[in-house]
């Protein structure tokens, strides 16, 4: 029997290069020269690149509305912005999450409220929402993780029979469908980063999306002064202080907007090519022991993966090995094999501390949001088995096949990893 590499043989694999992304072509550099060439690096409305950006969400998902920003972060400020949140507003969010999902609640002076997920997927429990229902809750926000979608059905439901505003996370799922809609038309507002490891790309920008007039009139004036806020704020609420706005830049540069608009054209190919290496792989890992393809529950229509193929550790199978040595034998045939590496947000010290922002934190009042660390099972279930490999977009059957091969190789050797690691002559 061939002997792991992880215990001086050699490994099976060469390591792969790492996936191209993102992918600059031909044509986003022609794009981009010819705003050079123009002189068009900044736009004050509604106009060439950023509008044609705009214009390719609106038309891709059918909303009334689509803003371009700087960020995703800026999006999602935007969108908590556009709800009007108030003082001690409470806005539900997935506990395990990037945290700018989360943290751009503080800043329009609401309290994110923690909420655990789905222990076989990472996303937002639909079942745990009604536990952290107060007078006090306005709204739900949701990320659809590593581009699986989450249950919207259930939990757009849940909010309108509470009278709760929906956002969607939607960062890392350009393209992603659910109960038969694309993500980012279930909820109210809806969110998109363009940041460079993104299925559509501007280097650094995002979209906000909505069907909501005043969601829409509220973000624009939050961060788009002067041209576009008299040219869109034009509600009798509102349409006096379009100009003046609240004094924010959150534009995008139309460099990036160029770059963007491409890859927008591009989205389909792009996910095509992850969906077929995926399904491959899928397949493969089907009928290996310890291991499994991601949980694709049945409300999913398409995924878009995001920077990482995400299969599931299940230990029991492999007699417990654990986790970290099971990653360390596979990485080291070759297979590039990892384990999530940000913590949740209720271990960050901004949700462990009573007196960090005091606008939203008043010691004896609302101190349960002040978390401990073991609240959520749910996601300490999730991160114990969660594996990643990396996401490429070009069609790579033989990289499929090799890396399953790794796999099998070290769960033909799981006893005599089991023993060495009981004897204290493995690391966990």
């Known amino acids: ?10 490994p099976l694999l060469t390591p792969a290069e790492r996936p191209k992304w993102p992918n600059i072509t031909e044509e986003d550099i022609g794009a981009v020269t010819a705003l050079l060439r123009r002189g068009e690096i900044t736009y004050n409305g509604s106009e060439g690149e950023v509008q ?4 390719g969400y609106r038309e891709r998902l059918g909303a009334a509305h689509a803003l371009a920003v700087n960020s995703g972060t800026s999006a999602l400020h935007s969108a ?6 108030r003082p001690g507003d409470e806005v539900i969010a997935p506990a395990y999450t990037f945290l700018a999902t989360a943290m751009p609640v503080f800043t329009c002076n609401g309290v994110p409220v923690l909420a655990d997920v789905d222990p076989d997927t990472g996303i937002l429990d639909p079942d745990g929402l009604a536990a952290h229902l107060t007078p006090r809750t306005k709204a739900v926000v949701v990320t659809h993780l590593m581009g699986f979608p989450a249950d919207m059905e259930r939990i757009t439901a849940f909010a309108r029979e509470h009278g709760l505003a929906v956002v969607e996370d939607c960062s890392q799922a350009h393209g992603a469908e659910c109960s038969g809609r694309p993500v980012g038309r279930h909820g109210d507002v809806a969110a998109f980063s363009l940041q460079a490891k993104k299925q559509v790309t501007a280097g650094e920008g995002g979209v906000l999306v ?18 576009r806020g008299e040219e869109d704020v034009t509600s009798d609420e509102y349409g006096a202080y379009g100009r003046t706005g609240f004094g924010l830049n959150y534009r995008i540069h139309p460099v990036g907007a160029a770059l ?13 090519g992850r969906e077929r290496n995926y399904g491959r792989l899928g397949a493969l890992l089907d009928d290996i022991p310890g291991i499994t393809p991601p949980v694709r529950q049945h409300h999913v229509d398409r995924v878009a993966h995001y920077v990482s193929y995400q299969p599931l550790y299940v230990a029991e199978e492999l007699g417990g090995l654990p986790v970290d040595v099971f990653t360390a034998a596979v990485r080291a045939e070759g297979v590039p094999l990892t384990r999530p590496t940000s913590p949740p947000l209720h271990r960050e010290a901004a949700f462990r501390s009573p007196s960090w ?12 949001r002040v978390y401990r660390g073991d609240e959520f099972p749910g996601v300490d279930a999730y991160i114990a088995r969660a594996l990643r490999l990396p996401t490429y977009s070009d069609e790579r059957p033989d990289l499929m096949d090799a890396w399953a091969e790794g796999i099998r190789k070290v769960v033909t050797h799981a006893e005599e990893l089991r023993d060495r690691h009981a004897a204290g002559a493995l690391a966990a």
Do not use: K, Q
């Open 1 to 10: 029997m061939t002997r792991l590499a992880l215990l001086g043989g050699e």
């Open 52 to 55: 044609a950006l705009e214009n």
């Open 80 to 85: 908590f912005f556009g709800l009007d949140l």
């Open 210 to 227: 909505t069907d909501d007039r005043r969601i829409y009139e509220r973000a624009v004036m939050l961060g788009h002064c002067i041209d």
């Open 260 to 272: 963007a608009r491409g890859a927008l054209a591009r989205l389909d190919t792009v996910l095509t």
């Open 357 to 368: 922002h005091p606008g939203t934190y008043h010691p004896g009042d609302n101190t349960y």
